[in-house]
Structures are given as C-alpha cells and as structure tokens.
Nanobody, 116 residues
Framework: VQLQASGGGLVQPGGSLTLSCAVSGNIDSINTIGWHRQAPGKAREFVAAITRGIIRNYADSVKGRFTISKDTAWSTVSLQMNDLKPEDSAVYYC???????????WGQGTQVTVSS
C-alpha cells in the first residue's frame, strides 16, 4: 500500500485547508485510513480516521473543526480543516491500517503552518 499526502501550506489563524491522501496498491486489504501529525519537539499524535464502513473518529482537539472523508473507491481520503489555530501547525501524515494483520502503512508528511 502506498500513500501520498498533499495540500499543506501556510494559512492564517481562522483559515482553512484541505489535505488529501492518495491511496494505491492493495487497497482491498485496508479497513482504516487516518491522519496523524507531529509538531517540532513533540510526539506524533492521532488526528482523525475513517473506516471502510464510514465510521469516523477524531481527536478531541479537532472535533467540530476538522472533517475526514473518503471517496467511494477508497483511493482518496481528505481532511477538511477549518478554524485553524497556531497549535495545529505540524507535519501531517496519512496512515493506512490493514484489516487482518493490523499492519500500518505511512505516507510522507505534508507541512501545515498556521501563522499570521
């Protein structure tokens, strides 16, 4: 499974960005795709995830501001981020998890910077 994240950038506080994760390879083996982020000097943390059955989970820090979605083909997972705050600044990574083995697959990160 290969993952390609895109859509990061510089945005002012209160602004919006949409991240995309393009998924390819053995997609049928995957049942969950999500986003994690890592700020400088901090551990990588969970942000949001969506299952094949369209069950969504969010970190408390982003609930009500971020929305995760997927296309029907399970080939693209998006993260709509609204009302961005400086503390949302981080490198964002998409991750897929296999249904049977629980093996995780990581994409490269995309930088999000929230600053005035």
């Amino acid at each position: 499974v290969q993952l390609q994240a895109s859509g990061g950038g510089l945005v002012q506080p209160g602004g919006s960005l949409t991240l995309s994760c393009a998924v390819s390879g053995n997609i049928d083996s995957i049942n969950t795709i999500g986003w994690h982020r890592q700020a400088p000097g901090k551990a990588r943390e969970f942000v949001a995830a969506i299952t094949r059955g369209i069950i969504r989970n969010y970190a408390d820090s982003v609930k009500g501001r971020f929305t995760i979605s997927k296309d029907t083909a399970w080939s693209t997972v998006s993260l709509q981020m609204n009302d961005l705050k400086p503390e949302d600044s981080a490198v964002y990574y998409c991750k897929a998890r296999a249904a049977v083995t629980f093996e995780g697959f990581w994409g490269q990160g995309t930088q999000v910077t929230v600053s005035s």
